[in-house]
Every structure is written in C-alpha cells, then in structure tokens.
C-alpha cells in the first residue's frame, strides 16, 4: 500500500527533537513495519532522518520564512495549492494521513475527489491553543480551514477523549475515533532502569512548555531535597520555560544536585531515561487537559514508576499503587510526599515499574496505533491490507 503522510505544521520539524518529531517519526516507521510504502510531504524537515528512515521519500513544501504572524499566515494558506500539486505527481496513492495543521485542507479534499481514504489525526484544539500560547491573527481563516478540512476527511483520529469532545462541534461523532499515544518497545528493549546507589534521581523530559508544570517540580524536590539530601533532578530537553526553572532552582540553593540535558536526540532520551529512579508528569490544573502525554507512555515502556497528575487521559492509563502513583493536578507538596515514598520503598519502585511496562507493551504501542489507522482506512476504502 502507498501511503502519502502530510505534515504542514510550520511548528514540527519532521526529524527534530520534541516530542511531536518523535509522534510522526514513530507512525511513519509503523506504518512501513506493517507493509506499507510511505512517502513524507512536509513544511519542516528538521534536521537528518534516523538510519532506519533513510530511504523514505521526502517531498518538502515550500518554507515559510519568521516574517511578522499576519504575513506567515497568509503563506502557510497559499501552501495549500503547492500541497495539492505534489500529491497529484506521486501518482497513484492509496490513503493519504495527515497531521493536522492550522492552515492545510488541500489534503483531504485531494483525497475525498480521488475517492481513496483520508484520515486527520487531531492531537489538540489547535485553533484555541495557537491564540493563548502564540497568537493567531486571521481566526476566521483557522475556522475556514478547520471546517473545510474536517468535512473533506473521511475519518478523524483524536488522540484523547478530550479532543474528540472539541471536534464533535465540527465533525460528526460517528467518524472520530480515538487512538492515544503509543510506544516503540525496540526503543526500550535493552534498558536497565538506574541501578539502586545512595542518589536518588528524579526525571523529567519534556519540551518546558508553561502546561508541563515545571514549577511545580521546582517546588517539589525542594521539599524532598530537605528531607532527601542525595535526592538529584535529571531534567532531560529544553524549551521557553528553562530559564526560569534555573532561576527558581538557583534561588533554592539547588544549582549543584540538578542536571539539564538540552535538546536531545530521540535515540538519546533512553539513555538518560535509564538514570532515573522515578519520572514524574507534575501537570498543573487545567479544565481543557486534552492531551495523549508521550513522556508518560515512554516513562512506562523504560520499566520506570512514575507519580502523574490525576488529569484527563492519565486517568485511564494509570492505576493507583499498581502501575504508577497519582497526585493531585498542581499540588507540589502531595508530588514530595509521594517521591520519599518511592524513595523509601526500592521494592515498590520495581513493582510499579515492571507493572508500568506491562501495561504499555501489551496495550500502547505505535504498532498497535499502525494497525488501528489501517483498519479504520479499509472501512473508507477498497484496500488490500
């Protein structure tokens, strides 16, 4: 099966280092594991492919230059018709998937008058994040091609119960489906989980956005530190919000037990991964949480226990003292109370952790995902798969 995969974000380089890189890297690679021939239509390469992405073929869309936000906007709709055109020279394609972007319908549409499937995967409410995070001038435009491109697609994947809840004001219910985040297990096969020392390291990876609740880790393992004095904090990526968080520690006093990786390659994360005792998703509140955490599935699939925020789809994959601890959403003290638990109990840290794991490999992996996304395209479609 020919599979055209188009991303038009301008915010993901395809082979980069945040997490929405790995998210499209690691569909690509399933898809293909399960047979199929991909070929990669993108805005933003970002950076080399992976050894085992090589060969794939990549059709770059035209680049959007950092110009003011009203001009990008513009560009990135005109792109719409350079979409097209590529897609109409691979020739014949079976499904066409996309990642939905602010500004791309041409996709779908392609798709719906060649009459071959064309699935959306929705990984947030992109239109309200782009205002409160980064600033979106032309709303009525974003609404256009959000209606344009939702009624073009023959299936949308939501990657949370949550999106689905946004996008039932565009799209039928009936054709959303829900597919959360996954894991590569060949990723974790070989990793040994840090071995028991006198230090105790807590992890975090992440992009440092302002939803990650990185001041309240500050704020925790300053408290576990009191009581914890060879407790350390591995914080693994980069991102707006790092200045800041060194500011807080360094006020702490704190600068000498805390390591900051930077941006690291997506083959690096298990490394590091592998120098924790315990990883923590310390979310703060928020009534529109709408989001499929990778770090956690990842955390998971490396053997470690984790202590999450008790918010939205964390609800469904954690079960308490079994395959993870929950803590309420933003409650810095209730994450130190329960990071000396996990401290003072080695034997509690292997069972959550192996439990963690399981629960992964068996139920979340982006082979799994893979397999979904070709079943729900041969309900659209003529497709041998």
């Not at 301008?10 to 929405?20: A, D, N, T």
């Not at 974003?142 to 491109?149: K, L, N, P």
């Not at 904090?233 to 037990?257: F, K, W």
Request: hydrophobic fraction near 45%; include cysteine; proline fraction near 6%.
């Amino acid at each position: 099966m020919r599979i055209a995969y188009v991303c038009a974000d301008l915010g993901i380089p395809v082979f980069g280092k945040k997490g929405c890189s790995i998210h499209v890297q690691e569909v690509i690679r399933a898809l293909e594991k399960q047979g199929s021939e991909v070929e990669l239509l993108a805005t933003r390469i970002g950076g080399t492919p992976p050894i085992d992405l090589a060969n794939i073929i990549v059709h770059k869309l035209p680049y959007i230059p950092k110009v003011e936000i009203e001009v990008r906007e513009k560009i990135a709709l005109g792109i719409n018709e350079d979409l097209r055109l590529n897609l109409q020279g691979l020739g014949n394609i079976d499904l066409i998937y996309e990642r939905y972007s602010l500004w791309s319908y041409s996709a779908m549409e392609f798709a719906q008058k060649r009459g071959i499937p064309g699935i959306l995967e929705v990984n947030s409410p992109l239109i309200k994040e782009q205002i409160k995070y980064r600033g979106l001038i032309d709303v009525d435009s974003a609404e256009m091609v959000a209606s344009r491109v939702f009624e073009a697609a023959a299936a949308v994947i939501a990657v949370s119960e949550e999106v689905k809840t946004y996008l039932i004001k565009y799209v039928d219910a009936e054709k959303i489906y829900v597919i959360p985040n996954g894991v590569n297990p060949d990723r974790f096969s070989n990793l040994n989980v840090a071995a028991e020392s006198e230090d105790f390291t807590v992890g975090f990876v992440g992009t440092f956005k302002p939803w990650h609740g990185l001041s309240i880790l500050t704020e925790a393992f300053a408290q576990l530190h009191q009581k914890v004095p060879q407790s350390r904090l591995l914080i693994v990526g980069d991102g707006p919000e790092r200045e800041n968080i060194q500011a807080e520690l360094s006020v702490l006093g704190l600068d000498d037990c805390i390591e900051f990786t930077g941006a690291v390659n997506p083959d690096q994360v298990p490394q590091f991964l592998a120098k924790m005792n315990v990883a923590v998703a310390p979310y703060p509140a928020q009534s529109d949480f709408y989001f499929s955490p990778l770090k956690v599935y990842e955390y998971m699939a490396a053997g470690l226990p984790v202590v999450v925020s008790k918010i939205g789809q964390l609800v469904d994959l954690i079960e308490p003292e079994v395959n993870g601890i929950f803590c309420p959403p933003g409650d810095a003290i209730a994450l130190a109370e329960a990071l000396e638990k996990l401290w003072r109990s080695p034997s509690l840290r292997h069972s959550l952790g192996q439990a963690a794991r399981q629960k992964v490999i068996k139920n979340h992996t982006w082979n799994d995902v893979a397999q979904q996304i070709l079943h729900i395209a041969g309900l659209y479609g003529d497709l041998k798969l």
